[in-house]
């Protein structure tokens, strides 16, 4: 069962993402403090992150960019992340703080789902 973290404060994503996954075997756990994400990836150990493109007062880039970081020195393990943008013209920017995957909002379940696979899944 695949252990999915959620990075979300508003309602509605959060709602989407449990629906779209609540026919699938993910074990989802919720986060909404950007600030401390990479203390929920060391605690959580998730096999990926989804992160919303605007949580509180953080960017979801800035949130991969804080994961990818922290991964890169050891602090972590190195999580994929897969980000919910606003608008499709983003996901330059999602490529460039480093996620693993995007899609953009609203979403259907099985692009969710497919994301978090290609995700997942080794190059």
């Given at each position: 069962m695949p252990k999915v973290l959620l990075v979300a404060d508003a309602m509605w994503v959060r709602?989407?993402?449990?629906?779209?996954?609540?026919?699938s075997d993910y074990e989802i756990t919720e986060h909404d403090v950007p600030a401390t994400v990479v203390d929920a990836v060391a605690e959580r150990e998730p096999e990926v992150a989804v992160v919303d493109l605007q949580v509180a007062s953080m960017g979801?880039?800035?949130?991969?960019?804080?994961i990818r970081d922290a991964a890169a020195v050891g602090t972590v393990e190195d999580v994929p992340v897969v980000i919910l943008l606003d608008r499709r013209a983003d996901a330059f920017l999602a490529?460039?703080?480093?996620?693993?995957?995007?899609?953009a909002k609203p979403f259907e379940a099985a692009e969710l789902r497919?994301?978090?696979?290609?995700a997942m899944t080794p190059e």
């Amino acid at each position: 069962m695949p252990k999915v973290l959620l990075v979300a404060d508003a309602m509605w994503v959060r709602d989407a993402v449990h629906a779209a996954l609540s026919t699938s075997d993910y074990e989802i756990t919720e986060h909404d403090v950007p600030a401390t994400v990479v203390d929920a990836v060391a605690e959580r150990e998730p096999e990926v992150a989804v992160v919303d493109l605007q949580v509180a007062s953080m960017g979801g880039m800035a949130i991969t960019r804080a994961i990818r970081d922290a991964a890169a020195v050891g602090t972590v393990e190195d999580v994929p992340v897969v980000i919910l943008l606003d608008r499709r013209a983003d996901a330059f920017l999602a490529r460039r703080a480093g996620a693993a995957g995007w899609l953009a909002k609203p979403f259907e379940a099985a692009e969710l789902r497919n994301a978090i696979t290609a995700a997942m899944t080794p190059e």
